[in-house]
């Protein structure tokens, strides 16, 4: 299958040497960028390897609205806000690389009614799910820390399934798009949802992840087939080969999604009010008949915010081995 292509062309020439550089470092980047100083250039080069993308300057984009190109051409202003309608979608060209190709990537997902392919990784994509019924355990801080770790390795998405996730407050994002957006993306049936994924994606420490929902209400309209249909786009569509979920009881299919993970790590405690939470859940497991999630569960416990890194670090690793 041919490899995605961006076209970046603009009178800066070390601007575009730059941009290209940048984007392409990337371990399989979702597009391969090329970038050209003049038009000629541009216009020899795709005629035999078409750009599915051209960022270009104002002047150039003019120039080449004469020639017969099929890619999304989108323009590069230096003009941060713009008094009149543009004839093509603008892109401020003085931010970093990150934050142009987030925005050509929406705007391609929007735009395009092609899918990007299939899976650019060969094997199943691993589910590990971090839960416990018990509050104030350090969930998400074992989960990131895991995480982290794994990424350094293998390809890691991290999504909080989490009512009120404080997220929006630790990692503040510029842009504000969520995984509110990218489920009402999938349920409009578009087809290009791998560039609409990278449009959205952020990372805290190395850690790929998904902006998490800001407000409950956001997560209570996401059904269990919504789910489903997302991992299955992950799996299909994109370059993870893990997927973590940091999950709660405001999921929609809370055990069934429990009892699809390949592995369960649950935070607990020893005392006595701990352990009858504990034991109600584990009956409630038994009538559901669905006690294979407790076979797949490792409880841990942790005494302090070093020895939950540890555990995540050590874990990390072991799993980067699979």
């Given at each position: 299958?041919r490899?995605k292509?961006?076209?970046?062309c603009?009178e ?31 216009l ?5 390897h078409?750009?599915?993308i ?8 003019g120039?080449l609205a ?7 051409i989108?323009c590069?202003?230096e ?12 892109i401020y ?5 990150p934050q142009i ?6 705007i391609y ?5 092609l899918?990007l ?8 994509m ?13 969930k ?15 390809r ?9 996730s ?12 969520t995984?509110?957006?990218?489920m009402?993306?999938?349920?409009q ?8 994924l990278?449009s959205i ?7 790929d ?10 997560l209570?309209?996401?059904?269990e087939k919504?789910?489903?249909e ?18 709660s ?6 055990f ?6 390949d592995?369960i ?11 009858a ?21 490792e ?14 670090k ?9």
């Amino acid at each position: 299958m041919r490899k995605k292509q961006i076209a970046v062309c603009d009178e800066e020439s070390d601007y575009t040497q730059r941009f290209a550089r940048y984007a392409n470092r990337y371990r399989e980047p979702l597009f391969m960028v090329h970038g050209y100083s003049d038009m000629e250039e541009l216009l020899k080069d795709t005629k035999e390897h078409p750009a599915d993308i051209l960022l270009l300057s104002k002047n150039i984009a003019g120039e080449l609205a004469k020639e017969k190109q099929t890619g999304q051409i989108i323009c590069l202003t230096e003009e941060e806000y713009q008094e009149e309608e543009p004839e093509y979608p603008v892109i401020y060209k003085y931010q970093s690389c990150p934050q142009i190709l987030r925005k050509a990537y929406a705007i391609y997902a929007e735009r395009t009614p092609l899918s990007l392919g299939t899976a650019r990784h060969l094997g199943e994509m691993k589910r590990i799910g971090v839960f416990s019924p018990l509050g104030r355990m350090g969930k998400t801080g074992f989960a990131l820390s895991f995480g982290k770790e794994l990424a350094k390795q293998r390809r890691v998405l991290y999504l909080n399934m989490e009512e009120f996730s404080g997220f929006e407050t630790l990692y503040p994002c510029e842009g504000g798009q969520t995984l509110s957006e990218l489920m009402y993306f999938m349920k409009q049936g578009k087809k290009a949802f791998a560039c609409k994924l990278e449009s959205i994606i952020r990372q805290v420490g190395g850690l790929d992840y998904i902006p998490p929902v800001k407000l409950p209400v956001e997560l209570k309209d996401i059904e269990e087939k919504d789910w489903e249909e997302l991992f299955t786009a992950l799996e299909n569509e994109s370059r993870y080969e893990f997927v973590i979920l940091d999950l709660s009881f405001g999921v929609n299919g809370l055990f069934e999604l429990l009892e699809r993970c390949d592995k369960i790590y649950m935070p607990v405690a020893s005392d006595e009010t701990a352990r009858a939470k504990l034991g109600q859940y584990q009956d409630t497991l038994k009538l559901l008949e669905m006690q294979e999630i407790s076979e797949k569960t490792e409880e841990i416990t942790f005494s302090g915010i070093e020895q939950m890194e540890g555990y995540g670090k050590i874990e990390g690793k072991r799993w980067s081995k699979h």
